[in-house]
């Protein structure tokens, strides 16, 4: 039968990738201060503090390599394909480790850390190494404005409207490694219980949303998912 489903993943899918979550005990969050290196006042304020903090996590990445769960993600895009349905996969991630393991049109709404973007006209192009503060934008020619393409607190996250479309033509909206937290990523499930279609929780244990949902399964996405994706083909 097809299938039309919607994946929204989070930090927890590329855990196992060594890439820390925001929220887990020593994620990134306990670490830093979100309203210094994850804001636009924060920019305003210290640029090249925030620079420096994403080119960690830039050089991070690089060393990055998809784990099962982005596997089997891929996996699962391709299987829905073959029986007509279609897999929508949206990610708050701004890693491309589901790229890397296959997967294709994956909706960022967060943004993507290797990409830089003009903070005065938005431009944007791929570049994976450190934000050069230098730089006058090939753009608009302002100089000192490159930052990462990823959207920030207080800032509105991308293609909420191709998002809403998606989940309302999906038959089911499943969340995998999200701590339920931020929105409106984790409005998504209320908006599909109100939209009828049935939910599922993956994650390491039950998120602040967990009660929403109708089907939960609990452990690493490593292995949760690619037994996950086995069980929805079959
Ligand atoms: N397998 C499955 N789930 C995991 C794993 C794992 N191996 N490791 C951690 N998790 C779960 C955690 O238990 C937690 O519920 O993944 C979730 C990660 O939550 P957060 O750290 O809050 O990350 P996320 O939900 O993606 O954050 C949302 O917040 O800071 C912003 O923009 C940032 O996109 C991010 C957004």
Redesign the pocket.
């Known amino acids: 039968m097809a299938l039309n489903v919607f994946v929204l993943?989070?930090?927890?899918?590329s855990?196992?990738s060594g890439l820390g979550?925001?929220?887990?005990e020593g994620?990134?969050?306990t670490q830093y201060d979100?309203s210094e290196v994850?804001t636009p006042e924060g920019f305003a304020r210290d640029p090249a503090k925030v620079r420096a903090f994403y080119d960690a996590r830039r050089a991070n990445l690089a060393g990055a390599a998809p784990n099962p769960?982005h596997f089997a993600l891929a996996r699962l895009q391709a299987g829905l394909a073959a029986r007509g349905g279609r897999l929508f996969l949206c990610t708050?991630?701004?890693d491309d480790l589901h790229e890397k393991a296959g997967s294709t049109n994956v909706v960022h709404m967060?943004g993507e850390l290797a990409v830089t973007r003009c903070h005065a006209c938005e431009a944007t192009r791929p570049d994976p190494g450190p934000l050069d503060a230098g730089a006058a934008c090939a753009a608009c020619g302002a100089g000192g404005m490159a930052r990462p393409h990823?959207?920030w607190?207080g800032e509105v996250p991308l293609f909420m409207d191709e998002i809403f479309d998606a989940l309302e033509d999906s038959d089911l909206f499943v969340a995998?490694?999200?701590?339920?937290?931020?929105y409106p990523?984790?409005g998504f499930v209320t908006e599909a219980r109100r939209m009828r279609i049935r939910t599922c929780e993956?994650?390491?244990?039950p998120?602040?949303n967990a009660r929403a949902f109708d089907e939960r399964l609990y452990?690493?996405?490593?292995e949760?998912v690619p037994a996950w994706v086995e069980g929805l083909l079959a």
């Open positions: 993943t989070g930090a927890g899918v855990a196992e979550a925001f929220r887990d994620g990134v969050w979100l994850a769960a708050q991630n701004v967060h990823v959207v607190f995998i490694g999200t701590s339920g937290s931020v990523a984790a993956i994650n390491l244990a998120s602040d452990g690493p996405a490593g949760v």
